[in-house]
């Protein structure tokens, strides 16, 4: 994800070139999918604030991968709402509607939070018959937080917006593509566990710790 480089580019101090990369992926995301990039922007601005509560060496690209992150869920919001972009509401009038072939319903969000306890129920089941998946991004993730501390928090807030999307579309047959973002943790995580003695050869080189 072109939005995960230009953190790393801004966490190793690339300020310009991290900066544009960053906000030029967001705004490229935006148009194609902007709901995505609501929730990706938000987990970004929450993580880049934890990450200026636990890692204080890199408060400075931090303050900046947070002020960008706030600006951009900003501008996201803004231009949805100027271009009348669908909001929530809409989205699940349209899911719970057919694609508005039959009349609105009355009562959406409790329709979703019905969907939702039936889907989780049949994702735990699923879990238990194959937990490999998960299991990968778990471990994944608890890797590359142990190594790269605060670019792992990053890491693991993108993929937590994954639960976040299935959670707004608890729909079996689309969890593939909508748990996506749940795998960038296990891509960049579990190679890390390959070479043990990184860490040390890495720290010293001035890699996002």
């Known amino acids: 994800m072109l939005t995960l480089l230009g953190v790393v580019l801004l966490l190793r101090r690339r300020y310009r070139l991290g900066g544009a990369l ?18 990706i922007t938000g987990a970004l ?8 509560c636990t890692a204080p060496r ?6 900046l991968v947070v002020a960008l992150s706030a600006v951009a869920l900003v501008g996201i919001a803004a231009t949805a709402h100027t271009l009348h972009w669908p909001g929530p509401s809409d989205t699940l009038q349209d899911m719970f509607t057919g694609h508005f072939s039959r009349p609105d319903v009355t009562d959406p969000w409790s329709r979703l939070a019905g969907l939702n306890l039936q889907y989780w129920w049949q994702w735990a089941q699923d879990q238990a018959r194959n937990p490999w998946p998960m299991a990968a991004v778990a471990i994944g993730s608890a890797a590359i937080i142990r190594r790269h501390h605060t670019f792992g928090l990053i890491v693991v807030a993108i993929a937590v917006t994954g639960f976040l999307n299935q959670a707004a579309h608890p729909v079996t047959n ?4 909508l748990l996506i973002e749940t795998s960038v943790a296990a891509v960049l995580g579990l190679p ?6 990184r860490m040390s050869r890495t720290h010293t080189r001035g890699v996002p710790q």
């Open 192 to 197: 890390l566990l390959a070479d043990p003695t």
């Open 174 to 177: 689309q969890s593939d593509r």
């Open 22 to 39: 960053f906000i030029t992926s967001i705004g490229v995301g935006c148009v194609i999918r902007y709901p995505n990039f609501i929730l």
């Open 45 to 52: 601005l929450a993580a880049g604030g934890v990450g200026l």
């Open 58 to 63: 890199h408060r400075r690209p931090l303050l």
